[in-house]
């Protein structure tokens, strides 16, 4: 079998399959091993001192590496086309390791809606941390260049962002980061790297929660972020010392995840379409987001920078809270439950789950409705799913 130095020039589906992936060297087995070990033997103490010195590349600890959690990272580094990548226990420990090592000293610009708990971190604990941060409408490069100031040191940008679905567009965004030496990540948890290439579009930096669609069934909390060897190289003495690693076991099931990811992000996103088709005709709906559709303000945009619409929608039913509330409550094969990108088709109301941490004033703001409904598809046939809503609108 190649190993990933083989593999940058196959499609997209054989790289889920292959990419950054191969045998493992010490046995031959196919599937990566879980390496569940916290420590590893030296040969002798002159192995030992090679070791911590950088002149071996031998395992030492699993916080600072190990072989399954490697493998991960080498994994998704190859399909987001960069050189390697940093895993972690959760996105948020990802996103936090990140603005904490770019931006320390500085200041970050950030999309005025990211999920709730980055929100929470950059609205909260990283002004405390003396990383003050601006929320802007990414929709527009020039409220990123206006918010930007002589300290700022780090671009924040989720797009398609949780839950509006509104996006930005990364490749101006790399250019205009770049013109004033500040680096651009980008949160590419709800496109994974099948659907989005940011860092071929300019970003420095791109970032995942593993706990969706690259984990992919509902059972898996991580993060990772991939770059370029000299940031990533920086970044892993950040991890080494703050913590946070990724679990060999969890690392072991993103693996197996991988490989799946183009089925199961194809599959969510055909029923997204034909969801996003359902809801738009019918008359208790009041509004659909979904950059699929033509009636998306970004139409353009999403067909420029993304394969695909993705898999989650979001719609407010006519009737605000109390509508979305009991629609929730009526559906049955749906899952009423936080989290995206899981085979299971999961559906949530924000205001009061994941951008609760949002005040009302900053929702309200920020263009997150209290009716806000989103939808994250699985991948069940799309007629189940359909009648599923169907039976729900009904009672609604
Ligand atoms: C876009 C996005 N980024 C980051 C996170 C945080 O990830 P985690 O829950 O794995 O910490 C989430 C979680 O929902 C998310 O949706």
């Not at 593999?7 to 493992?24: I, Q, R």
């Not at 080494?240 to 089925?263: E, N, Y």
Request: glycine residues 10%; negative net charge.
């Amino acid at each position: 079998m190649s190993s990933d130095h083989d593999m940058k020039n196959h499609a997209p589906e054989t790289m889920c399959v292959h990419g950054g992936d191969h045998p493992d060297e010490a046995t031959g087995a196919v599937s990566t091993p879980i390496y569940q070990v916290s420590t590893f033997a030296f040969k002798n103490a002159a192995h030992a001192a090679a070791c911590f010195a950088g002149e071996d590349d031998g395992y030492i600890y699993s916080r600072l590496g190990n072989p399954t959690i490697d493998t991960f990272e080498k994994k998704l580094a190859a399909l987001e086309g960069t050189d390697d990548a940093l895993a972690f226990g959760s996105g948020m420990a990802a996103v936090h390791n990140i603005s904490m090592h770019l931006a320390h000293g500085g200041h970050i610009v950030s999309s005025d809606t990211v999920y709730g708990g980055t929100f929470a971190l950059y609205e909260h604990l990283l002004p405390k941390m003396g990383i003050p941060v601006s929320f802007v409408d990414m929709t527009k490069i020039e409220n990123i260049e206006k918010a930007i100031r002589p300290d700022t040191k780090m671009i924040f940008v989720e797009t398609p962002a949780n839950p509006t679905l509104l996006m930005t567009d990364i490749a101006a965004a790399a250019d205009l980061a770049h013109s004033k030496g500040i680096k651009l990540v980008v949160d590419n948890t709800f496109c994974t790297p099948y659907l989005q290439k940011p860092m071929a579009l300019g970003a420095d930096i791109v970032l995942h929660s593993g706990t969706k669609y690259i984990g992919g069934h509902g059972d898996a909390v991580s993060g990772v972020y991939a770059g370029p060897q000299d940031l990533i190289d920086e970044s892993r003495e950040w991890r080494t010392d703050i913590g946070g690693v990724i679990a060999p076991l969890q690392s072991w099931l993103l693996l197996r995840g991988l490989k799946t990811l183009h089925l199961r992000v194809e599959r969510a996103q055909e029923n997204a379409i034909k969801m996003a088709a359902y809801l738009e005709q019918h008359p208790k709906v009041e509004w659909v987001l979904f950059p699929g559709l033509k009636s998306h303000p970004q139409y353009e945009l999403g067909k420029k920078q993304m394969r695909g619409p993705g898999g989650v929608i979001s719609f407010e039913v006519k009737g605000g809270v109390e509508a979305g509330a009991k629609l929730m409550d009526s559906v049955k094969l749906m899952t009423l439950a936080v989290s995206l990108g899981d085979v299971s088709t999961l559906i949530e109301h924000p205001a009061s789950m994941t951008h609760s941490t949002m005040s009302p004033e900053d929702r309200e703001k920020y263009g997150l409705s209290n009716g806000l409904v989103r939808i994250a598809l699985g991948v069940e046939n799309s007629v189940d799913q359909i009648a599923d809503l169907e039976q729900a609108l009904a009672k609604v």
